[in-house]
């Protein structure tokens, strides 16, 4: 992306939004969301940046999992952002490996994708055809490393034009 790019996004963003906007809301799917990288920055490095936020321990199982596992998620829901640990009890340099942003988070994609503006079927034309294991909310491109959940609206899902209520960005994987 050219810094020309980068430039009109953020005037879009400050416009749009009624705050200045930073070039730190930039969502990069599979990598980053702003200064948050996956595999990368630590939970030290986001307390000092976004201060000391809520901690929740949660136990985390996939439908035809034979075992859970335990997680502690990181949560600044002043701002619309919740991020995850591999672990239950992360020490100061265990790194993020899972990042959600909702309503509160102004952030967008270089595809000018945002939560509260965004639907499902303007999503389908960017990353192709919903994955088989979507639900009326959520479904992931797994292999780019990115996902989307939506209201609880079954007209909106039938219709296409309900909006979304919450982006994830993690490792790619493949489908």
Do not use: W
Request: charged residues 25%; proline residues 3%; contains cysteine.
């Amino acid at each position: 992306m050219s810094k020309t790019h980068k430039i009109l996004i953020l005037i879009v963003l400050t416009l749009t939004s009624g705050f200045i906007a930073t070039e730190s809301m930039l969502i990069i799917p599979g990598k980053s969301v702003g200064t948050i990288t996956i595999n990368k920055s630590t939970k030290q490095d986001i307390q000092k940046q976004f201060g000391k936020g809520k901690i929740i321990t949660e136990t985390v199982g996939f439908c035809g999992m034979s075992h859970k596992y335990k997680t502690q998620l990181l949560v600044f829901s002043e701002i619309g952002l919740v991020l995850s640990f591999k672990t239950d009890k992360p020490k100061a340099n265990d790194t993020v490996n899972y990042i959600r942003v909702y309503s509160k988070c102004d952030c967008i994609t270089n595809e000018n994708i945002k939560v509260g503006l965004t639907t499902r079927a303007e999503i389908s034309k960017i990353y192709g055809a919903r994955p088989r294991e979507a639900s009326q909310y959520k479904f992931s491109y797994n292999d780019k490393g990115i996902g989307f959940e939506f209201e609880n609206s079954k007209v909106g899902h039938e219709s296409g034009l309900d909006t979304l209520t919450g982006i994830n960005v993690f490792e790619p994987r493949p489908n």
